[in-house]
């Protein structure tokens, strides 16, 4: 199953793992190792590794690299569906045209409002409490 799981990944253009499943799937708990793996495939060309409540590392095919900071959650409820959540607030994010650097933060924004709510997906917010949600983080997209 690993092996199915790492070829479909090498098959996608961006991939999403987190750091306990890099673990898994790959042997690394390392988000560089993580990404340089799953760079590999000839399609993928970023790859963004959740590390939990301290954010996402980011690196692409071309090289660049970053973290994008998580947010703090004083009031953790449960932690189901904070994954799907993130990758939900990317690709949403992506499909409204912004930077991927800004849809990595939308990520971390929804799995930060999904912890804070029983559930798999009750946390998941509507436009409107996006925008709340930054506005008291005193954030913006970009």
Aim: glycine share 12%; net charge negative; hydrophobic share 40%.
């Amino acid at each position: 199953m690993i092996s199915t799981i790492n070829e479909l990944a090498r098959n996608a253009d961006i991939v999403l793992p987190g750091v306990e499943e890099g673990k898994i799937l790959m042997g690394s708990s390392n988000p560089e190792e993580i990404a340089d793996f799953y760079l590999q495939g000839e399609k993928t060309h970023t790859v963004i590794v959740k590390i939990g409540s301290k954010g996402a590392f980011v690196k692409t095919a071309d090289g660049d690299k970053y973290e994008v900071n998580g947010f703090k959650v004083n009031n953790v409820v449960d932690t189901v569906g904070a994954g799907d959540g993130f990758a939900l607030g990317v690709i949403t994010a992506l499909l409204d045209g912004k930077s991927m650097k800004s849809a990595v933060m939308r990520g971390n924004a929804v799995g930060a409002m999904q912890v804070q709510t029983p559930g798999d997906n009750d946390g998941y917010p509507d436009q409107a409490k996006l925008t709340d949600f930054y506005l008291a983080e005193g954030v913006t997209e970009k």
